[in-house]
């Protein structure tokens, strides 16, 4: 099994530019998650879908857009790049919410680094 | 605003050692507390959950204990690895549970030296 698969690994941008992340999951999950890790600090929620076509933002979603159109995909946008964007990103899914105790299946991350 | 303290912020040990990690939280009322694993460069793993009326739960090597009343948890490595080099990670999960409000610490990295 594939599990969670992000795309692209790594990627540099320029201040201004735009991108879209994408995160696919074959594990039939309904909730899907955007975190960003930078150093020395934990994982923090940028948005979160509870179901295919919803999305709810999460901690730090300012700068940030997603969609969740199908069910297995949930796409991470940046409308205009900052360096303060500069981080680790992490795709994640779940078949429950995380409170109801279940495990939340992390993808392999995305280092973006904006210039 | 809740909270979630690891300790210690890096830890070196020698392969064969036990060690303990600590983690200190403000959640509350708490529904559970898992525990992940992250190897540099990759995602975190789940290693253990616990919720509010379970104190002690066992995942090969490693034993997390949760007092509830403290609001304290460990995560208890035995005969250390040189593959148990990797972030742990505490994430703790309020109640009423909502997929977007669990609250990560920052982690302890443990060094396991030969």
């Known amino acids: ?22 995160c696919a999951q074959d594990m039939n999950h309904e909730y899907m998650y955007w975190y960003r890790q930078d150093p020395g600090m934990g994982l923090r929620l ?8 919803t999305t709810a933002k999460g901690e730090v979603p300012d700068g940030y857009n997603v969609s969740r159109l ?11 790049a900052a ?4 981080s680790v990103y992490f795709c994640a899914s779940s078949y ?16 973006l680094t904006v210039v | 605003k809740n909270q979630v303290e690891q300790s210690p912020q890096s830890l070196i040990i020698l392969e064969g050692k036990n060690c303990t990690l600590q983690c200190n939280y403000t959640v509350s009322p708490f529904s559970n507390l ?34 509830a009343d403290t609001k304290q948890s460990s995560l208890h ?4 690895q040189l593959s148990d080099s990797a972030s ?27």
């Open chain 2, 77 to 80: 490595i035995t005969a250390s």
């Open chain 1, 96 to 111: 429950y919410p995380r409170g109801e105790g279940s495990e939340a299946f992390f993808g392999q991350g995305t280092r």
């Open chain 1, 83 to 86: 360096p303060s964007q500069t």
């Open chain 1, 1 to 22: 099994n594939a599990g969670v698969t992000q795309t692209p690994k790594f990627r540099v941008l320029k201040t201004g530019q735009s991108m879209t992340l994408l």
């Open chain 1, 70 to 80: 199908k069910k297995q995909n949930f796409l991470l946008g940046l409308e205009s």
């Open chain 2, 88 to 114: 742990y990670i505490c994430v703790v999960t309020p109640r009423p549970t909502n997929a977007g409000k669990s609250t990560f610490g920052d982690g302890t990295t443990l060094t396991v030296k030969p």
């Open chain 2, 34 to 67: 898992r525990w992940y694993k992250q190897d540099t460069g990759r995602g975190p793993v789940s290693l253990t959950i616990m919720t509010f009326s379970e104190n002690t739960k066992s995942n090969g090597r490693y034993t997390a204990t949760l007092d």
């Open chain 1, 46 to 53: 940028i948005h979160y879908s509870v179901g295919e076509g």
